[in-house]
């Protein structure tokens, strides 16, 4: 089986930028590997530019990568799934949604689950704003920011940023959640690999004061592996009821994308 992250998150090929970006793939991989069905091949694909991808961008993305006819699923690797509907009404191979995978997982393990998103402009309202799109206000406490900005650097010493994610998911459990959702990608290979400090956490950080912590991108292949299973078995994967949406990738001209 194959499937592709589609990220909205690119850089121009072999810039110290795109190392990086597959140091982050590194660490998917490597928190994946222990739970996906060793036949899996898991690509990376991301925009060849530095600018954020606008929507045409990133359905174009999902477009190419279904055109190879090579994937048997597509995951979004952006947490909030950006332009996932409108690539589930344009593809026939199942498209994931990492957020919307992990929050119905929590809402199954959990009464109510907490969100921690970066601490950007915006992180806190948009996460609450799709959690309420997914019709899952009633299941979810108030996202709660994470109070450290230097992620990237957390993905080679991860020691301080645990520390916060910690903080910040006391604040949730506080407020009643008994399941807590890293908000963000790099957030998530954090947690789930601890670079720099896995002699203190050798699995990643699984839980906090006895609450579970959701593997993001875990729960997302292994909720792809099942749709794809579940499509070639003649399976239905999704209703096709709902109208097209009417988003065109025609126009995109962009730089194209590159893979790892």
Not at 85 to 91: F, G, N, P, S, V
Not at 175 to 200: F, S
Request: glycine letters at 10%; charged letters at 25%.
């Amino acid at each position: 089986m194959k499937i592709g992250f589609v990220s909205a998150v690119g850089a121009e090929e072999n810039t110290p930028l795109a190392e990086f970006i597959k140091q982050v793939d590194r660490l998917a991989r490597n928190q994946v590997g222990r739970v996906k069905a060793e036949d899996t091949e898991l690509v990376f694909q991301m925009p060849g530019s530095d600018e954020p991808p606008n929507d045409e961008e990133i359905l174009r993305g999902y477009l190419e990568m279904a055109r190879a006819g090579e994937y048997d699923a597509v995951i979004s690797w952006c947490f909030l799934d950006p332009m996932k509907k409108e690539a589930r009404q344009a593809l026939e191979i199942p498209v994931i949604g990492i957020a919307e995978t992990a929050m119905h997982m929590a809402s199954m393990m959990g009464a109510r689950f907490g969100v921690i998103a970066p601490d950007e402009p915006g992180g806190k309202e948009t996460t609450d704003g799709y959690i309420r799109t997914l019709g899952l206000q009633d299941r979810a406490v108030p996202t709660r920011v994470l109070p450290y900005k230097n992620l990237w650097s957390a993905l080679t010493d991860a020691s301080e940023g645990i520390d916060a994610m910690i903080k910040a998911g006391r604040g949730l459990i506080s407020d009643g959640a008994e399941v807590i959702i890293p908000g963000c990608v790099l957030i998530d290979v954090m947690a789930a690999n601890a670079p720099g400090c896995e002699q203190e956490y050798p699995n990643g950080l699984k839980e906090i004061d006895g609450v579970p912590v959701i593997n993001v991108a875990a729960y997302a292949v292994k909720f792809a592996e099942t749709l794809a299973a579940m499509k070639k078995a003649g399976v239905p994967w999704i209703s096709r009821k709902a109208p097209e949406q009417g988003v065109s990738a025609t126009k995109y001209k962009g730089p194209g994308f590159w893979l790892d």
